[in-house]
């Protein structure tokens, strides 16, 4: 947001009608801000995405146009590329702002699936041990998990308040955004609610988690094949034989070629197609390789 968090809430009065109107787009973005536990209704936060529409397009758009007319150029052109550019700064920062939370959640929910299968192991030796399961949940609340430790501090935290184990695992599985844990959750309170082994219901979960990752991996591995042969045709065979082409084309029919002009849009179409396999690649990733 341009501004902190306390000023937008002021800033937003202005706009709440408009941000009704647009929150009602958005149906889940209530729910949505208050599993990431922001204090913001949804008609406040989409006035907060408007009120940044407004601030960067008349920023940008005034340093563009008045750079433009200090530079001599034609006042229609310098009219139409601030408006554009100013337009689709202030476009992005809405769209940004307004799906924050989703992202938030999608991002923190990876971050708990990525370092569960290490958790799980951690918890199974501990409670294998003869640890109660209090003690391994303190003790996995400690641990190196990133944003799965700040889950089972809340746990830790709701025993400390009088709840129950079982309690304080169910509100956890209930708030929990991601599918995969609180699957994992349910299965251990569903355990203890009839009273069988803790350490053998975890070793299950943990043979199936690991399963489950080979699967993943090999499925991935199939993929990234697939990708590497999209690779080598779209950044090695189309430009050789695009620039042969040329080349052959040009010496038949005489006409000149801009070599230079030609090879920076190939240069450019290549970083392209680089960082969109990048993106590819990272994003068919397995959770926890």
Known sequence: MPVSEKKAKKITKHYLGWGEKIARLFPSLGLELEQIGYDFEARQ??????????NYFSIM???IFIIA????VIFSMALLVSFLVGFAIAFASFTYITFYPKISISRNTRNVEKNLPHALHHLLIEVRSGMPLYNALISMSKGDYGALSKEFQKTVNEINTGKSEI???E?????NNSIYFRRILWQIVNSMKSGADIGSTLKEIVDQ???EQKADIKKYGTQLNSLALFYMIFVVIFPTLGI???LILG??????????AIMMGILGFLVLIQFVFIGLIKGKRPVGV
């Open 251 to 260: 010496s038949f029919l005489g006409a000149v070629f801009n070599i230079q």
């Open 171 to 175: 509100i956890l599985a209930r708030e």
């Open 45 to 54: 936060w989409t006035s907060v995405a408007l009120y940044s529409f407004l």
């Open 167 to 169: 309690e304080s695992l």
């Open 69 to 72: 007319i200090a530079a001599n």
């Open 209 to 211: 988690t690991t399963a």
């Open 244 to 246: 042969v082409f040329l």
């Open 61 to 63: 758009f005034s340093t």
